[in-house]
């Protein structure tokens, strides 16, 4: 896999211009950070290059602002918490190509940071323009991508820059790729996908991808409830998908022809509302009652799944198995990542778990740090375990 891009270790940077692609996306409250992790996230790459002696260039997108100056999504904002993440001074520059880009990367020194301004102002980059390219190109040497969150998009600054410049991956995009090589592109065996969240329409592919590529397939939450349906199975009042119930069907047909042994709750925690504290009991999962709704997994589903779990090398996870964000219905996806965690602390599991929903999930379950490799990309993790070829990435390997 190493072999497949090269990395900062390939090239001298000392004194060259190192432009540098990150996902500085971070949540703002009134022109404050309110989550500062993927800006701790891209500094150890910055701080490597910078303690190289590169000139080094960052560039990130913020926000949706269609090609035009939003002030509200400046990176100016950005400059301090940036600069505190890497303990020493950043430069900023209003623009990210054209004359204030150009002056502020010709003041640059070696050692020095610069952020440029938000790529998103022009309407080239998500264009992936030639001519953009060719402006944001001619401002460095070297190109790093350290952004997979950003990798599912073929922008200027993602995919263009790197037929343009000798390219290379950043740490952080390193570690996800290393990492996502080893939980689905050469995995030790037997491998467990743990999948759940509220639809199945939104992980059709997700699902179609992963009866093929892993040995069991555990699918929890709301989209449990389409599978138990599509069986014939009454789910009172849950949350289900009804028109899928065919499509449901075929995944099950296409999961025995690839001997994946799809693992459905036995057992479900019903309530009659979905609130906080709401009175609920345990039934067997062909016994949910009309008026109530499943919200979350039994405590025999979950014996079921640590047992199914604790015969795995290699898991991969995507989606609660409840709903976790209300109490008490967030056992089981607790009770299951600490299993995890623990396995994994014990060297018997690699596990790998990415998606908004689930990394919300495994922190309130206090393991985000527990498991093999935890990632924040979002859409690109998911594209990636749908089997797509991520822009991003695809880029690197060709420049390799």
């Not at 090609?67 to 999504?73: A, I, L, Q």
């Not at 922008?155 to 991956?169: D, F, K, N």
Request: a neutral charge.
């Amino acid at each position: 896999m190493m072999s497949d891009f090269r990395t900062i270790d390939a090239e001298k940077v000392k004194d060259k211009r190192v432009l540098v692609r990150v996902d500085l996306n971070v949540p703002m409250k009134n022109g404050k950070v309110t989550d500062a992790t993927r800006i701790e996230r891209a500094a150890p790459t910055l701080s490597e290059l910078s303690s190289k002696g590169a000139r080094v260039i960052v560039l990130s997108h913020f926000g949706r602002p269609d090609g035009k100056r939003v002030p509200e999504m400046s990176l100016k904002p950005l400059v301090e918490p940036l600069s505190k993440a890497l303990g020493k001074p950043v430069a900023f520059a209003d623009d990210c190509v054209g004359p204030a880009a150009e002056a502020a990367v010709s003041a640059l020194k070696p050692g020095e940071v610069l952020l440029l301004e938000n790529l998103r102002f022009h309407k080239e980059e998500e264009k992936n323009d030639p001519g953009f390219v060719g402006k944001l190109a001619a401002l460095g040497d070297l190109y790093v991508d350290d952004a997979f969150s950003a990798a599912h998009r073929a922008h200027a600054s993602t995919e263009g820059i790197a037929h343009q410049l000798p390219a290379m991956a950043g740490r952080l995009m390193q570690a996800e790729l290393e990492a996502l090589h080893r939980a689905l592109g050469n995995p030790r065996r037997p491998v467990c996908a743990v999948v759940g969240g509220a639809k199945v329409s939104t992980k059709l592919e997700l699902l179609g991808n992963l009866v093929g590529k892993v040995d069991k397939l555990i699918i929890g939450g709301g989209m449990a409830n389409t599978f138990l349906q599509a069986q014939g199975i009454p789910v009172g009042k849950s949350l289900s998908e009804k028109n899928l119930g065919g499509t449901a069907l075929d995944i099950l047909d296409k999961a025995k022809t690839a001997k994946c042994a799809v693992l459905l709750p036995v057992d479900v925690v019903v309530a009659g509302e979905f609130k906080a504290g709401a009175p609920n009991r345990v039934v067997d999962a062909k016994a949910c009652p009309d008026d109530q709704m499943i919200l979350d997994v039994g405590p025999k589903s979950i014996a079921l799944y640590q047992k199914e779990v604790s015969e795995c090398a290699t898991l991969v996870w995507n989606g609660p198995l409840g709903a976790f964000e209300i109490k008490p219905f967030d056992r089981g996806t607790v009770a299951l990542a600490r299993t995890v965690a623990d396995r994994t602390a014990e060297k018997k599991l690699l596990s790998v778990a990415g998606g908004g929903d689930t990394v919300a999930a495994l922190a309130a379950a206090g393991v985000e740090d527990k498991f093999s490799y935890v990632s924040s990309a979002g859409g690109a993790f998911l594209e990636w375990m749908e089997g797509k070829t991520l822009p991003g990435v695809a880029a690197l390997i060709r420049a390799a």
